[in-house]
């Protein structure tokens, strides 16, 4: 690949064509950028110049917080074209016609590490998509994990915090992270998910991605259907062994990133295959378990798969900061003909995202140009906030309802409404009287090869043995026996050997 093909090619403000001149911010000639002004020629510093106040001063700004958590991404822009009719499922207009192209934002990340962490780490992936829609965008914002590890979202700070670094150390620590599941048994599919051959994709283009939530579709009837997404890789799937990913991250800490950018740049643009599950509305209350659960997924055989597109990833972003960095996506961000599920873990979710990036990159992040609507423009009466580059013209009211033809509701619901009933409260009892936290993660242990049991109870082993208290030890081994007889024996007899080394 040519070396300056990452390199910027036009510089702000200016044709190639002219005579490039460096200027202040304020767009004043530079007259010398290497030597600093000094009273005579060996210092003091002259206060008065301002390229060497503003050149440290916007230094010293250019870092925001990272995200709290997926914080290390790589990302590229692509479309979406429709390959089968779903419109008996669901209104929304980008989904509305075979053949129709939407275009896309997609940012794959790892969950728990900081910005300056690894790619190839055993962890799930994220795959947040930003569909830009004739009806605004829409945010799909999954994983490359069907489900998840907790099921009600005032868990989650806890379960980050086991995850990342802990304060004290400065490290991940398999205490922290197996006394979190010690104490969530619903994680148990998950882990076992995360364990196993998948929990290292060997790229972000040879994985699957999830919505991973039941969503709901609404159809033109105002009829109502609960979703799942999955986007299933074209590349086909491609993991690393623990052994494997070692030595890849050794040798490029970026090896997921640099996979990315250099397959689009050849114009081996990667693909992955849509399909959802869905489940008439009215089914869901009689369901064998908590078809809103997160920690389960649907059997195929209740709810198969139907195709509904093609994702195709063509573009890399010209510049990692402004595009990638600067990305929001937000659960919260739907448009008509799809809602949200009332899922717990979901609904926490709509509230998380818009408020974190109001604090990560402020109110006005929504005018970026990757944030922003490309298919329509966003109309409103927001004003002001820092960065306000939209604040409506001279003839714009900024109050609504107004008599001057200012935009207005349209009236049109979003989707069909849910029906709800009950108790206010917590409510630590399960939805449904068959839910339980261990058969899903039973099920897949016994759908896996002999090989692929021997490398799951390794990787479980390998953490689980090094935890200092045998009492969270043995919490996490009930829950491997509840989910398998053979898996908890294997994973015992595993770690008592480890630890007796
Ligand atoms: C209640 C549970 C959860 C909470 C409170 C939560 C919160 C957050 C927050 C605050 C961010 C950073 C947003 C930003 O700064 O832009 C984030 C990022 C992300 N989360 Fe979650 N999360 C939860 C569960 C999940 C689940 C279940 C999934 C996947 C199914 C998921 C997928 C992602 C992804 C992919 C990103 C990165 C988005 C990007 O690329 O910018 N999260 N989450």
Redesign the pocket.
Known sequence: MAENAFRQQIPYGRSTMSKRVLTTESGAPVADNQNSATAGVGGPLLIQDQQLLEKLARFNRERIPE????AR?SAAYGYFEVTDDVTRWTSAKFLNTVGKKTETFL?F?TVADSLGGADAVRDPR???LKFYTEDGNYDL???NTPV?FIKD?IK?PDFIHSQKRDPFTGKQEPDNVWDFWAHAPEATHQVTWLMGDRGIPASYRHMNG?G??TYQWTNEAGEAFFVKYHFKTNQGIRCLSSEQAAEVVGKDANSHQTDLLQAIERGVNPSWTLYVQVMPAAEAADYRFNPFD?TKVWPHSDYPLQRVGRLVLDRNPDNVFAEVEQ???SPNNFVPGITASPDK?LQ??LF??AD??RY?LGVNHTLLPVNAPKATTAQNYGRDGAMALRNGSRHDKNYEPNSYKGPAETGDALGAPLAVSGHTGTHAAPAHTKDDDFFQAGELYRLMSEEEKQRLVANIAGGLSQVSREDVIEKNLAHFHAADADYGKRVEEAVRALRED
């Not at 995200?67 to 997926?70: A, L």
Request: charged share 15%.
């Open positions: 995200r709290v958590v997926h991404g940012r990340s994220g795959f947040a914002v999954g994983n998840f979202p989650f999830y991973s939530h997160l990305s929001a996506f873990m926490g979710r998380a995202y974190a990036q990560r």
